[in-house]
T-cell receptor, first 115, second 113 residues
């Protein structure tokens, strides 16, 4: 079935340095899935960070970017300069083509920022 | 207001006893979802209501029930809790099937002893 893989469970980055959180996906259904990054800040619920529904396109929000790479089946999250307020857990997710209501998540990556 | 509320935030249950978790939203969303999240695992969809129609995932079909008495409320019901039900339960809602854009509540942490 469809799946999402985030290889790093925890990442620590120094403030103002660049960030990349890896995400790869496997989609067995015909057609391309929609891809998402969700974020959970401490004490809050999951919230959508960005979404890309077209292969080859880039999504961006709050200084974060992710490009839908259908050849590599990847959707890595990047930021040029992180801030302490970016400390959170980041989840990569997809909705398969056959069921737009079903979010399939990766395991999440906890981002800690060193001052 | 884009708030999804969940009650209670923490729930302690005994093995073999029933558990009922409540979710509400005021966005007039058509669809409400329940996910289960265990430590070091991905959130996993259990079921969702699209309007009045309940859709349950095949692998958890017999373990969870749900009701949606009106558009704003949705419950998750466990008839007989086992230790394996200890987890965070996340409720979400969306307009239509949302295309993946869902609004999540803060979660209810269920501990079964």
């Amino acid at each position: 079935g469809d799946s999402v893989t985030q290889t790093e469970g925890q990442v620590t980055v120094s403030e103002s340095k660049s960030l990349i959180i890896n995400c790869t996906y496997s989609a067995t259904s015909i057609g391309y899935p929609n891809l998402f990054w969700y974020v959970r800040y401490p004490g809050e619920g999951l919230q959508l960070l960005l979404k890309v529904i077209t292969a080859g396109q880039k999504g961006s929000s709050r200084g974060f970017e992710a490009t839908y790479n259908k050849e590599a089946t990847s959707f890595h999250l990047q930021k040029a300069s992180v801030q302490e307020s970016d400390s959170a857990v980041y989840y990569c997710a997809l909705t398969p083509n056959y069921n737009q209501g079903k979010l399939i998540f990766g395991q999440g990556t906890k981002l800690s920022i060193k001052p | 207001d884009t708030t999804v509320k969940q009650n209670p935030r923490y729930k302690l249950a005994r093995v073999g006893k029933p558990v009922n978790l409540i979710c509400s939203q005021t966005m007039n969303h058509d669809t409400m979802y329940w996910y289960q999240k265990k430590p070091n695992q991905a959130p996993k969809l259990l079921l969702f209501y699209y309007d009045k129609i309940l859709n349950r995932e095949a692998d958890t079909f017999e373990k969870f029930q749900s009701s949606r008495p009106n558009n704003s409320f949705c419950s998750l019901y466990i008839g007989s809790a086992g230790l394996e039900y200890s987890a965070m339960y996340l409720c979400a809602s969306s307009r239509g099937l949302g295309g993946g854009e869902q609004y999540f509540g803060p979660g209810t942490r269920l501990t079964v002893l």
